[in-house]
């Protein structure tokens, strides 16, 4: 199993550019999850989905969107890129215990 | 919903010396406990985790964690540090029906030699 895959590794974006932000996870895991991690502030929830064709918010939603297709893929969209989005994104899933990606590092400049 | 306050944002220590890292948490229904740690550029691993019966759970690196509920604390315990062990380590709740999972802000273990 590859567990959870998140692509890409590093991005960089202009303000105002969209991109999407790609999460798999091969463990037939129903709950994913998207969390941003800033320094000093831990992660923080941006959206979070039962199963396939349901997401709900999580703590930071703003000036995010997901979707949920299928089982395995949970991808996280920017629409207009600011450079408050500057984090390093999670991509998580779970059965119990949370099971993370290694990561998506974006600036926004 | 949930929140956890990790005490100490950093944390050095020397070689082989005991270390706790402490994790308070408050929430209205019962939770699950969580421990975490990230090494440099990578993802989060889960360390140790409280679901139900004993209250002292360990991890198979020596680490250790107490649940309290009296003190609703959740406090990270080892007690002979390595080099390998510095990292940032994460205490986590989520409550027992719902999928919010709410993460401490970190703790940054150094050891020195």
């Known amino acids: 199993n590859a567990g959870v895959t998140q692509t890409p590794k590093f991005r960089i974006l202009k303000i105002g550019q969209s991109m999407t932000l790609q999460c798999t996870q091969d463990?037939?895991?129903?709950?994913m999850y998207w969390y941003r991690q800033d320094p000093g502030m831990g992660l923080k929830l941006i959206y979070y989905?039962?199963?396939?064709?349901?997401?709900d918010k999580g703590e930071v939603p703003n000036g995010y969107n997901v979707s949920r297709s299928t089982t395995e893929d949970f991808p996280l969209r920017l629409e207009l890129a600011a450079p408050s989005q500057t984090s390093v994104y999670f991509c998580?899933?779970?059965?119990?215990?949370?099971?993370f990606g290694p990561g998506t590092r974006l600036t926004v400049l | 919903a949930q929140s956890v306050t990790q005490l100490d944002s950093q944390v050095p220590v020397f070689e082989e010396a005991p270390v706790e890292l402490r994790c308070n948490y408050s929430s209205s229904v019962s939770v699950y406990l969580f421990w975490y740690v990230q090494y440099p550029n990578q993802g989060l691993q889960l360390l140790l985790k409280?679901?139900?019966?004993?209250?002292l759970v360990e991890s198979i690196n020596g680490f250790e964690a107490e649940f309290n509920k009296s003190q609703t604390s959740f406090h990270l315990r080892k007690p002979s540090v390595h080099i390998s062990d510095t990292a940032e380590y994460f205490c986590a709740v989520r409550g027992y029906n719902n999928n919010d999972m709410r993460f401490g802000a970190g703790t940054r273990l150094t050891v020195k030699p």
């Open positions: 998580a899933s779970s059965f119990g215990e949370q099971f």
């Open positions: 409280y679901l139900s019966g004993s209250t």
């Open positions: 989905s039962v199963g396939a064709g349901i997401t």
């Open positions: 463990m037939n895991h129903n709950y």
